[in-house]
């Protein structure tokens, strides 16, 4: 019911930027965080950065500085904006939200995924 399609990533020199996105469609009634993650060969998926409906957001300590997250509610978008990228950023980056399909108390909310985008940075 919820899709999650993410779009940016790409192969850049370190030093450089990529700007990611993610776009939710289907039926649902709200969306509540919004985040990347981020898993690289061999490691660990990982939080990199979220952001609630209310515009606050996080990010892990090695990306802080560099990485800025931010969402469009009216959209049902969330962007990454990378800078500085490092070798150490290599990986695939996945979009999730957490989201409530139906407007009644009893339905929490569920984490949905997308497919992943690859993003490759070269020293």
């Known amino acids: 019911q919820v899709q999650l399609v993410e779009s940016g990533g790409g192969s850049v020199q370190a030093g450089g930027s990529l700007r990611l996105s993610c776009a939710a469609s289907g039926s649902f009634f709200h969306i509540n965080s919004m985040g990347w993650h981020r898993q690289a060969p061999g490691k660990q998926r990982e939080l990199v950065a979220v952001?609630?409906?209310?515009?606050?957001?996080d990010y892990v300590d090695s990306v802080k500085g560099r990485f800025t997250i931010s969402r469009d509610n009216a959209k049902n978008t969330v962007d990454l904006q990378m800078n500085s990228l490092k070798p150490e950023d290599t990986a695939v980056y996945y979009c999730?939200?957490?989201?409530?399909?139906?407007?009644?108390?009893?339905?929490?909310?569920?984490?949905?995924w997308g497919e992943g985008t690859l993003v490759t940075v070269s020293s």
């Open positions: 952001i609630t409906s209310g515009g606050n957001a």
């Open positions: 999730n939200a957490e989201v409530k399909v139906l407007p009644y108390v009893s339905q929490g909310y569920s984490v949905n």
